[in-house]
């Protein structure tokens, strides 16, 4: 009888070892698949958020069918031609060995690991505003990129505009370091569609006019301008009636940024077209309702394009 209880309390033993092994079988599997989930989320949004950012359209030679993201893109600007940089993450000529320090350090205050100055033409003017969540996000999704090793072009600027060290006073005079702040009483459309407007989509870069040093002049924030880049004019996006966009609806911007189709029905040209394919076109419903939201709010600026 006693050999008997023993096997018994041995069978017991067992079926209780067995019941702990498949409990903690499915919380380590539903662990996995929760932090599975979160990366995946993570993912989503490093991509969408580089999509918003414009990192494609800036950094992949498309004319020349180069690699994704793996620079030399050739920037014309009345100061000479700036070639794009590397940003897949590729450790020799890319941004592989960056660590998350560098990167915001570079993306959101203009300085490289190196110490040095980054020009204008790279938007970190805006993307100062952006939140150190976001611009991680942005580098995650980089890192997770396939390596490219390309060798970044130089710039052709002549001096002393290609001289870096000039920048330290540029800076003085056009930059402000800081993240975003939304309008008072704004909405929680116009704040977010203001966040996108002025951080990550960087739409003031291209839509304000710059004065002879290359800083924008903030005074006409938006009101467009006849010298832009790739020698475009850029259309008034303020809500002006006679030269912004006051008589279009907060539907047709975003119908526009989803596909290009003008409220007369032309379509857009140009590097705008390359913006929307590349960027807004790939933002939510809701993201461009804000940004519709945001610039019928902002003051309307009569600026006529010559």
Excluded at 120 to 145: C, G, N, Q
Aim: proline share 6%; glycine share 10%.
């Amino acid at each position: 009888m006693c050999g008997v209880a023993k096997v018994k309390d041995w069978e017991r033993f067992l079926s209780i070892k067995a019941a702990s092994l498949l409990f903690c079988g499915a919380i380590l599997s539903a662990t996995l698949a929760i932090t599975g989930a979160e990366a995946q989320e993570a993912s989503d949004k490093g991509a969408y958020l580089t999509a918003a950012g414009g990192c494609y359209g800036c950094h992949t030679n498309i004319k020349e069918k180069g690699a994704p993201f793996a620079g030399g893109r050739p920037l014309e600007t009345p100061f000479g031609t700036f070639y794009t940089p590397n940003i897949t993450p590729d450790r020799d000529t890319g941004i592989g060995s960056w660590s998350d320090k560098d990167f915001l350090t570079a993306i959101k205050h203009g300085v490289s690991p190196l110490d040095q100055y980054f020009f204008p033409a790279f938007p970190y003017t805006s993307y100062t505003k952006m939140t150190d969540e976001d611009a991680l996000a942005i580098k995650s999704h980089l890192m997770a990129l396939t390596p490219v090793t390309q060798e970044n072009r130089k710039h052709d600027i002549s001096a002393p505009f290609s001289w870096r060290w000039l920048q330290w006073g540029w800076r003085l005079f056009f930059f402000t370091d800081g993240p975003y702040v939304p309008p008072s009483n704004a909405s929680d459309a116009v704040a977010r569609g203001g966040y996108l407007v002025e951080a990550l989509t960087h739409c003031g870069e291209c839509h304000t006019p710059r004065n002879f040093l290359g800083g924008t002049d903030n005074s006409l924030y938006l009101a467009g301008t006849a010298n832009g880049g790739e020698g475009e004019k850029v259309p008034n996006i303020t809500p002006d009636t006679e030269t912004g966009i006051g008589d279009w609806s907060e539907g047709d911007i975003v119908s526009f940024m989803k596909d290009g189709m003008m409220p007369d029905f032309d379509n857009v040209q140009g590097s705008m077209e390359e913006v929307i394919s590349h960027s807004t076109s790939k933002l939510t419903d809701e993201d461009l309702a804000a940004i519709a939201a945001y610039l019928k709010s902002i003051p309307p600026i009569n600026n006529k394009i010559q």
